[in-house]
Every structure is written in C-alpha cells, then in structure tokens.
C-alpha cells in the first residue's frame, strides 16, 4: 500500500556523484520527516540526512558539505545529491518516513552505492 522506492544507486568512481529519488506513494512527503540513512556491510545503520515537514534539513556529520538533500512535493519525491564521493559511503541507501501525527514509520528496500576505483 504504503510505497517508499529508491532509485539512483550504482557504481561510482572516488570523487564522482549521484543522485538518489525517493518516490513516496499513498503518503504525501511534506507531511512527514523524510530521511536518508544508509547501511554498510556489517555495520549498523546510520543516519545521513532528513528534512522536517516544516522543511528544516539536517545532515550527519560524516557529510562534511557533501550531500544536498531536498524535496519535491509535487513530484512527492525526496532526493539526495551526493558529491565527492568516497570508498566509505558505500552502502546500502534507505530512504525513511516518520510521521507522529499519524503514528507512522515507512522505509523503502534501498539502493546500492558502490565507490570504488
């Protein structure tokens, strides 16, 4: 029903970028925190980025002014531009809704980001 689907992973060089969409479906993304988290093999899960219904973004310290997330309520997609990338963002990227208001937490089945040369 509830359909968080991420796209844009693939396979990068260090120091190339990408762009992943986040495609929200029966569920409007301004009316949610909407939020990047990403998880290597073996390790935990993390958080990377989100941005508040109000439109507030927030960004893991690892970032270092590398990534933009932003948001499209039109398109009810929430994006992750990612610069300068290095070995050790690769990871399996999830894109993540949390509601309070309506008591929901939503995550999509993620998209692979290789860096590797």
């Known amino acids: 029903q509830v359909q968080l689907v991420e796209s844009g992973g693939d396979w990068v060089q260090p120091g190339g970028s990408l762009r992943l969409s986040c495609t929200a479906s029966k569920i409007s993304v301004s009316r949610y925190i909407m939020g990047w988290y990403r998880q290597a093999p073996g390790k935990q899960r993390e958080f990377v980025a989100d941005?508040?219904?109000?439109?507030?973004?927030k960004y893991s310290d690892f970032v270092e002014r590398r990534f933009i997330l932003s948001r499209d309520n039109t398109e009810n997609t929430v994006y992750l531009q990612m610069n300068s990338l290095k070995p050790e963002d690769t990871a399996v990227y999830f894109c993540?809704?949390?509601?309070?208001?309506?008591?929901?937490?939503?995550w999509g089945q993620g998209t692979q980001v290789t860096v590797s040369s």
């Open positions: 993540n809704a949390v509601s309070a208001s309506f008591n929901a937490n939503y």
């Open positions: 941005v508040t219904s109000g439109g507030r973004v």
